[in-house]
């Protein structure tokens, strides 16, 4: 099917679900997974209605922006794994960086902020399946304390939530036990910090798994294949 048959597909999927879960679809977000594909692919998932891009790698998107200038209103997200020394460039490229993974990464993104005179969105990247080949924080972790208690010094960052990608299964049951235990941990810091910290956002859920992860409180969907078809390569979106 077209990129715009897919889209439909997905958004009757989300509400479908949300009203099984007795929740409002509008409230879900949907990211395009675009990372891999041309700027061609996501001005035909512009023209059909999404707004909203996750890219994983800052040269490759500056490949596309050129290209892509000319959409309004769309927005983009880093949500791969951000290098420190790429930092100053994906605070003045991306709307929001959902790929937080180190008090280094939050200091030097608050950084590049300040300076661009912007204040960024992130959220907290939680490894929550402890895999050692993925990126994330520990849930239990030191590193994500360090982050929640910086935070009132970190200006020039938004703290909104948190983001995973659990162990893939075959099976999206499989990842049910991950997704309410990222939703638990939120419950947990939300109890502890708020208001200063924001922890509106649980993005979690990609392509095979994201009506599970609707069902289990995710407020943002990752979706790629799903919309624009299979990668040249393996990949987890």
């Known amino acids: 099917m077209s990129i715009a048959k897919n889209i439909v597909v997905v958004r009757e999927k ?13 409230e879900i977000t949907l990211i395009a997974v675009s990372k891999t594909f041309p700027a061609e692919s996501i001005r035909e998932a512009y023209a059909s209605g999404l707004r909203i891009f996750g890219e994983s790698r800052v040269q490759e998107f500056i490949s596309k922006l050129e290209s892509l200038k000319d959409l309004p ?19 003045e490229l991306f709307h929001a960086v959902d790929s937080l993974d180190s008090l280094r990464l ?9 300076e661009l005179g912007k204040k960024l969105p992130v959220s907290i990247e939680i490894n929550v399946g402890g895999e050692s080949a993925k990126t994330g924080i520990a849930p239990d972790s030191q590193e994500l304390e360090n982050i929640l208690r910086a935070a009132p010094i970190l200006a020039h960052l938004e703290i909104r939530g948190l983001m995973t990608v659990p162990p893939f299964t075959e099976d999206p049951e499989g990842a049910r036990p991950f997704f309410r235990k990222l939703r638990g941990l939120r419950d947990q810091i939300a109890a502890r ?16 798994d994201f009506e599970v992860a609707i069902e289990e409180g995710s407020t943002c969907v990752r979706v790629g294949t799903a919309i624009f078809g299979k990668r040249n390569y393996l990949s987890e979106d």
């Open 73 to 91: 209103n769309a927005e983009w997200h880093m949500i791969g794994h951000l290098q420190t020394n790429k930092a100053a460039k994906a605070a």
């Open 14 to 26: 989300i509400n479908a679900v949300a009203r099984r879960a007795n929740r409002n679809s509008d």
């Open 193 to 208: 910090y708020l208001p200063k910290i924001s922890m509106d956002v649980l993005s979690m859920g990609m392509s095979h």
């Open 106 to 114: 939050a200091e030097k993104l608050n950084s590049a902020a300040e």
